[in-house]
């Protein structure tokens, strides 16, 4: 199994980054091929230009796109992390998928309507929210997650599952609580993976 994860946080010493060393350590006790993608570590250009779709249009890539939607090619398995910012995730992310996902690669139009083309492959989201569970639902936050990443992106882009996983309530919880969110996040990859 070849599986692509995509991290977003800007910093190093975040509980996202603990959920990554967890990530990455339950995929080197498997036997899978792992490729890990850290936005801000790379600079990600989060921005769909018009140079961009004026290149597509022309049946042309840009290089940084045409990079990434190699390993997404090649990729069984992408699992994505991110805070929860302003009901989503964060911009660097959301700019991964608009770019990297696009017409003629992720999805295409029919006479029928958008038909997607990543049948075979599965996504994980894992998010991290400052607020409680219960305030969450409250909101819409949940819903607005689960619309997006799971409608608007999976099931939008042909993807066979899409699994949604959110840690509510990060700065908040005592330590105690975090390490048995980074448990629950080896058990969801574990999950994924066998």
Not at 100 to 122: I, P
């Amino acid at each position: 199994m070849n599986v692509l994860v995509i991290y977003s946080h800007p910093n190093p010493a975040s509980f996202n980054s603990a959920i990554l060393g967890v990530v990455k350590d339950e995929l080197a006790r498997r036997d899978v091929s792992v490729k890990v993608k850290d936005l801000y570590a790379m600079n990600w250009n989060p921005v769909l230009s018009n140079f961009d779709l004026e290149q597509m249009a022309a049946g042309k890539v840009p290089d940084d796109i045409a990079r990434e939607q190699e390993d997404v090619s090649w990729a069984d398995l992408l699992i994505f992390i991110s805070p929860v910012w302003w009901y989503s995730v964060t911009a660097i992310m959301k700019g991964y998928i608009e770019r990297v996902m696009s017409l003629g690669f992720a999805y295409e139009e029919t006479d029928l309507g958008a038909r997607g083309l990543m049948q075979g492959k599965r996504a994980l989201f894992i998010t991290t929210l400052g607020a409680d569970e219960q305030t969450a639902r409250e909101t819409g936050m949940i819903d607005a997650l689960r619309i997006s990443l799971i409608n608007g992106f999976g099931k939008f882009c042909g993807f066979d599952e899409v699994v949604f996983k959110g840690y509510y309530a990060v700065p908040l919880v005592s330590d105690e609580e975090r390490k048995k969110m980074l448990e629950n996040v080896r058990l969801v990859v574990t999950s994924m993976i066998s």
